[in-house]
């Protein structure tokens, strides 16, 4: 059990470093683009972003997760990864053949020159991605924290350049290509399976677990690209680029839960083909605790300085989301459970069981940002998005707790609340009696108030301390 857990940290570590330095280096680009091209540029782009991300499910479909979960089992390894490239590549042909005939609907991309960029950027990413899913049946999730993180890297700096040069949504294109060919290349050296001959039964094997994959995942896409387009259709650009500043923003909350999830899927696969479920409880009731040891206080110093950061690190016309960016945060809390719940049901067979809770969310989604967004704006559109959550939290729970008991650690979980309670109300009081000019306070807040909540956290939860000091001790070289 040792073993396992030591395992399970060191992958966890390496994919959470990787997410908080992709996360702490987007937030530094998109502060110099915001000030550089401003909200209307960064709108356009965060469009491109929501129209490719949507695509991208079409040439998927779920087929991705599908054949690395199979793999995981070890049956017909090489099959199954041939099958994965060639069906997906199969699908992306198609979606360029439907772009290609319906091209004039794209009246903005279009109009600005980036309608075939589009489907450049498309086709690069279905074999990149189709790569990646090796990197993950082999147990390589190190190399693919590396290689997410320099694709990143990569990506941002390129864009910056690109923008500094003029470039504007060309350059920030051309960051997200250089970024993909990257990681593809990457992943590409490190492949453990051969393209071989595969069978009919090979792609039915695919296809048969890949459409509860699939519909999992497309609500989760569309969710998180829908209130986007639709405060598009509803309001102007530059409104869209100031959600998607705040949305962006907000992934602070998830970063640990992202690596968690990372991590945690392929092994979960694997414990349940073994039929080991009492080690899938255990990480289950510890994942979600650390799903919030971050988000919670996040979430509290949104409501004490969300203002002032968007105001200082983008510019005046950002403040104008600091009320949304308090929702959008609020719901992350929840989505860090969320994400935990639904890729625990689609390693244990079970992802059609959540297909209600994303169906009626979505629908709820829908519905309340058509209804909020022309009267409340950017607030309407973050509601919206948190009822989605809420929604897939509540199916979600009632799925899993019929085949297996979902242990929330109550008094861990309580003095995360109770120390980021605590770190509010020092901050309010500093904030308060401390005067300080411009962009300086509340960046002083944060360092403080993060001193503050891991001091007092620490303090109190000796399990926690525990855990931080065992992942000092960690073998980071595995055997």
């Known amino acids: 059990m040792d073993e396992i857990v030591s395992e399970v940290q060191r992958h966890g570590i390496m994919l959470m470093l990787s997410s908080a330095g992709i996360t702490l280096i987007g937030f530094f680009a998109t502060m110099f683009y915001a000030h550089w091209v401003g909200a209307t540029v960064l709108g356009a782009y965060f469009l491109f972003l929501s129209v490719f991300s949507i695509l991208t499910i079409f040439t998927d479909l779920g087929i991705g997760l599908s054949a690395q979960k199979k793999m995981c089992e070890g049956k017909d390894q090489d099959q199954v990864f041939t099958a ?63 290689g997410s993180f320099f694709n990143n890297l990569i990506r ?105 999830v990372n991590t945690l899927y392929v092994k979960v696969s694997r414990w349940h083909a073994e039929k080991d479920m009492s080690v899938i409880i255990q990480s289950l009731s510890r994942a979600m605790t650390y799903a919030l040891v971050f988000s919670i206080p996040i979430f509290i110093g949104a409501i ?38 639904s890729y625990y049901l689609i390693a244990m067979n079970q992802a059609r069981l959540a297909f209600f809770g994303v169906i009626f969310g979505l629908i709820a989604n829908i519905i309340l940002a058509i209804a909020l967004i022309p009267f409340f704006g950017l607030v309407g559109a973050a509601l919206a998005s948190l009822s989605y959550i809420l929604i897939n939290v509540f199916f979600e729970y009632r799925c899993l707790s019929r085949s297996m008991p979902i242990v929330f650690e109550k008094s861990r979980i309580g003095r995360i609340v109770l120390a980021a309670l605590s770190m509010g109300i020092l901050l309010l009081i500093i904030d308060k009696f401390w005067n300080m000019p411009g962009v300086a306070k509340p960046i002083a807040m944060i360092i403080l108030g993060s001193v503050i909540y891991f001091t007092l956290l620490l303090k109190m939860d000796h399990q926690l301390r525990e855990d931080a000091l065992r992942i000092l001790r960690i073998n980071w070289l595995p055997r």
């Open 304 to 341: 004490i300085l969300g203002e002032r950061l968007l105001y200082y690190f983008y510019g005046a016309t950002f403040s104008a989301g600091a009320a949304a960016l308090v929702i959008i945060i609020g719901m992350r809390v929840f989505q860090s459970i969320h994400q935990l719940f």
């Open 84 to 146: 994965n490239i060639i069906v997906r590549l199969v699908l992306y042909l198609f979606i360029v053949g439907a772009l290609i005939i319906f091209g004039e609907k794209f009246v903005t991309f279009n109009s600005s020159g980036i309608f075939f960029a589009l489907i450049a950027v498309l086709g690069i990413s279905t074999v990149s991605s189709s790569i990646s899913v090796a990197m993950g049946a082999s147990n390589r999730l190190g190399l693919l924290a590396t």
């Open 156 to 260: 941002i700096t390129v864009q910056v350049v690109l923008v500094y040069c003029g470039y504007e949504i060309s350059g920030l294109i051309g960051g997200l290509v250089a970024g993909i060919l990257f990681e593809m290349c990457l992943y590409f050296r490190y492949i453990d399976y051969n393209l071989v001959s595969f069978t009919l039964g090979n792609v039915k094997t695919l296809f048969s677990y890949s459409w509860m994959v699939f519909l999992t995942i497309t609500g989760t896409s569309i969710f998180e690209n829908i209130s986007l387009i639709l405060l598009g259709s509803f309001l102007s650009v530059t409104a869209v680029g100031i959600f998607g500043v705040c949305w962006t923003f907000s992934f602070f909350a998830l970063f640990i839960s992202n690596a968690l």
